[in-house]
């Protein structure tokens, strides 16, 4: 059974306060790493762990051995930047046949009120997945590639990103001349051509369907080269960022949004339906809520 991790934003209550009641909710053993960040152990759902979303807030927890003084100012500083700041809540992986738990921890989040989006007047909170890939080569991986270009923007339209992430420059979509090389039917490179490819042409994080993750699984020596500074930790999993986590809202779930990653998963398990629609993209030019309409189509079928 495949997994996927799930990253959630929010804001309101601390990160010990959240621990504390997932723990009442789902047992388990809560470890304390500082003050700001928080694991929950073998709880009924798995681990997880909750911290306010800045790594200048962890100076010991990254390895710099960060002691005394400059962490108890660290500490005094996130109580009082939780309010400016959000918390993430990060499960470890989860088999895909129980992801539908996750919901629960939203409840329990909602119940000791957690805000998101809809909250908030100048930032918006994001839900990320973690979905592990299936099959550990450049064909699968080019496959998802090929198939999310091809759906982003009956994605984008779905999510229906808030009008601040868009203001705060979240999560651009791939560039229009990588997209066009990617979703070509005879685009289909051995690993090492895909990771220069993708690093020369994406060399960021502020991508919908983030790679470096991944990349840094399959060659971290090269991924650190090319981006010495950025905060990547390797493994075998994509990373699907979405704009809209509307925490506080208790009609909102996960399902819709991860059903939507299904439809990528779909697609890419077609080989030929894959490049017959690469092909039609080449080919488009009409605008992206045209495509959109198109994809739809597609997705649903």
Sequence with gaps: MRTVGV??????????????ALRQELGGDIVEE???????????????????????????????????????????????ARYLIPCELVTAPVPIDRLHQVDKVLS???????????????????????????HRDA??????????????????????????????GFAEPFPTDYARRIVAPDYWPDLPDFISDYL???????????????????????????????????RPTFHYRLPDARVSDAGWSIAPDWNRWVAVE?????????????????????EDKSWADIMERIALT
């Design 266 to 286: 779909r697609l890419a398990g077609d080989r030929e339906r894959l490049d017959a629609v690469g092909a039609a993209y080449l080919m488009f030019a009409g």
């Design 7 to 20: 990253e959630v934003e929010f804001a309101g209550p601390t990160a010990e306060a959240t621990v504390r």
């Design 34 to 80: 500082d003050p700001h960040a928080f694991s929950l152990k073998s709880s009924f759902i798995g681990d997880m762990k909750v911290e306010l979303d800045s790594r200048m807030l962890h100076p010991g927890k990254y390895g710099d051995g960060t002691k005394g003084i400059l962490s108890r100012v660290t500490a005094w500083f996130g109580f009082a």
């Design 108 to 134: 329990i989040l909602r119940g000791i009120g957690a805000k998101g989006t809809q909250d908030a007047a100048f930032y918006a909170f994001g839900l990320h997945f973690n979905p592990e890939i299936p």
């Design 200 to 234: 020369s042409a994406n060399p960021t994080r502020n991508r919908d369907l983030d790679l470096l993750p991944l990349l840094h699984h399959f060659d971290a020596p090269r991924v650190r080269t090319a981006l010495p500074n950025e905060k990547i930790n390797g």
């Design 139 to 168: 064909q699968t991986m080019t496959a998802f590639v090929k198939s999310f270009i091809l759906l982003n923007p009956w994605l984008r339209r779905e999510v229906a990103p808030d009008t601040t992430r868009d203001l705060l």
